[in-house]
C-alpha cells in the first residue's frame, strides 16, 4: 500500500502489483498463522490497489517461484488458474509485457507455466 501511495505522489499512472496465489480466497483453518498473516496482506494490498482511481493497475498472482530458466511459455489467465509453478525470470518477462499491455489494466490475473507463449498470451 505504501508503494501505490508513493507512485500516486509521483504522478506514475501504470502500477503492477505482484501478490499470490491464494489472495482473495479462505485461508485453511489449519494453516500456520504466519501463512494466514501474509494471505491477509496480500488481500488487503489487493483490495486497497482495486479502490485507486488514480492509478491504471494490475494484479499479478504468480504460482510457486522456482530458480529453473524462464521458457517464455506460461498459462495467464483471470482467476481461477489451477496451482502450478513459474520461474523468477518468466515472471520478470511477464511484468515487463504487462507495464506495455494497456489491456490488462484494472485486471487480476494468474500465471503459471503453461503451453502458450508469452506473445500469444497478452
Not at 500456520?32 to 491477509?40: H, L
Not at 490497489?49 to 499479478?60: E, G, P, Q, Y
Request: aromatic residues 4%.
Amino acid at each position: 500500500m505504501l508503494l501505490a501511495d508513493a507512485a500516486e505522489k509521483a504522478g506514475v499512472k501504470r502500477f503492477v502489483q505482484i501478490s499470490s496465489f491464494g489472495a482473495g480466497e479462505p485461508v485453511a483453518d489449519d494453516a500456520e498463522d504466519s501463512w494466514k498473516a501474509y494471505m491477509a496482506a496480500k488481500t488487503a494490498a489487493e483490495e486497497d490497489l482495486k479502490a485507486r482511481t488514480k492509478l491504471d493497475w494490475t494484479i499479478l498472482r504468480p504460482g510457486g517461484l522456482t530458480d529453473e530458466e524462464a521458457t517464455a511459455h506460461i498459462a495467464l489467465s483471470e482467476p481461477p488458474l489451477e496451482r502450478g509453478t513459474v520461474p523468477r525470470g518468466d515472471v520478470a518477462k511477464v511484468i515487463a509485457a504487462l507495464i506495455e499491455t494497456p489491456s490488462t489494466v484494472g485486471k487480476t490475473l494468474m500465471l503459471t507455466s503453461g503451453g502458450v507463449r508469452l506473445e500469444d498470451a497478452l
